[in-house]
Every structure is written in structure tokens, then in C-alpha cells.
T-cell receptor, first 111, second 114 residues
């Protein structure tokens, strides 16, 4: 079992729709959870982090965390073509200084 | 300069060459990292430094040798590489070793070993 698993993708949504990206993790002691966006040919960019169960909203982005189910998700409302990218889920280890990344889910938003 | 700067952006080297990748962060962060990103694979942690002290060596072959002379600079010295080492090498930094606010990545060095 992978430590961090994401939707296999690719995911395609029409412009204006809600894109839902999912991630599960295996280390029950994990405390911090991150979503990075990586455009093709670019480096990852942090867009959200969440520590507590529930929802965290930032503009069109909402991160959701359920530690009991070991599940974290990212919702993108009113998706735009500029949101087309690979989204990486990362989980902060109980060992300091180590985030484990998922394989990423590639999102395409079609005009 | 702001953020995390990596040089060179692209590097082509033969298997017998020696080269170095450089990373500099201008954020006042205390932890720095080297990650490897290969096609179709997740980001792989290579090395972690906290205040110039190496705290993690993630079973990386000895042909990769890191150096952290101060909290703002990180190097990755390369020698006798293999073609399978071709990848995007990413430097990142975080405020501290706990990394609870996530990482800031550099633009990466695209390495090709021929």
C-alpha cells in the first residue's frame, strides 16, 4: 500500500464546474496535510494546508480533512482553464522534516 | 532575488563527469531539502538539512553528495551518475524542520545523464 494515494486521474471538468481531488494516507499519526499545484514544466507551489478535521476555505479552494477516515480532499469551485495542472497531495510525517507526496492527479478544465 | 533559486536550470552530463547543483533561499527558512522527481513517479525525498545539519539521508546512493555550508545555501554534488538518474531535481525550504507550513520549492534543475 502506498503511503499517500491520490485519484488515478486524469480528471477533466468543464469550466465553471467543481473539481474534486481526493487523497488517502496510511500513517494514522500524520498531523499536517498539504495540496500543491504543479503546472507542466514548473515546480510545485503550495496552495493549501490543513491540520484539523473539517473544512478550510481559501477563495475558490476548499480543503477537507477527515483523520478518522485518513482522507483529505481539495475542492475547486468555479474551475477555470488556468486551474489545469497536476495537484499533489502531501502528508507531513510524524518524523519531522519529511513530507510524503502522492503521485498527483492531473486536472484539465475545458473552456 | 526572492524565494528559492536553483542553478543551473538544465544540465546535461556524461556518466564520468562531476557537476554540482546549487540552491539558495532568501526566505530566512531554517530547513532545506533535496527532492527528485522522475516521470510517472512521486516526489522522492533525498536529503534534509536543519540549520546546516543533515537530519535525513533517504537511502540515496553515494554518487549524490549534499553540502549545506549555511542555512541559506544547499548544494548537490554529482559524480559517476547513471542514465536512470536523469530527472528533475528540486530544492525546497521550510520555516523549520517541522515543516508545518509546507515547502517553498525552487524552479528545479532538469538533469539529463548521457
Amino acid at each position: 500500500q502506498k503511503e499517500v494515494e491520490q485519484n488515478s486521474g486524469p480528471l477533466s471538468v468543464p469550466e465553471g464546474a467543481i473539481a474534486s481531488l481526493n487523497c488517502t494516507y496510511s500513517d494514522r499519526g500524520s498531523q499536517s496535510f498539504f495540496w500543491y499545484r504543479q503546472y507542466s514544466g514548473k515546480s510545485p507551489e503550495l496552495i493549501m494546508f490543513i491540520y484539523s478535521n473539517g473544512d478550510k476555505e481559501d477563495g475558490r479552494f476548499t480543503a477537507q480533512l477527515n483523520k478518522a477516515s485518513q482522507y483529505v480532499s481539495l475542492l475547486i469551485r468555479d474551475s477555470q482553464p488556468s486551474d489545469s495542472a497536476t495537484y499533489l497531495c502531501a502528508v507531513g510525517s510524524t518524523n519531522a522534516g519529511k513530507s510524503t507526496f502522492g503521485d498527483g492527479t492531473t486536472l484539465t478544465v475545458k473552456p | 532575488e526572492t524565494g528559492v533559486t536553483q542553478t543551473p536550470r538544465h544540465l546535461v552530463m556524461g556518466m564520468t563527469n562531476k557537476k554540482s547543483l546549487k540552491c539558495e533561499q532568501h526566505l530566512g527558512h531554517n530547513a532545506m531539502y533535496w527532492y527528485k522527481q522522475s516521470a510517472k513517479k512521486p516526489l522522492e525525498l533525498m536529503f534534509v538539512y536543519s540549520l546546516e545539519e543533515r537530519v535525513e539521508n533517504n537511502s540515496v546512493p553515494s554518487r549524490f553528495s549534499p553540502e549545506c555550508p549555511n542555512s541559506s545555501h544547499l548544494f548537490l554534488h554529482l559524480h559517476t551518475l547513471q542514465p536512470e538518474d536523469s530527472a528533475l531535481y528540486l530544492c525546497a525550504s521550510s520555516q523549520d524542520i517541522l515543516g508545518i507550513y509546507g515547502y517553498t520549492f525552487g524552479s528545479g534543475t532538469r538533469l539529463t545523464v548521457v
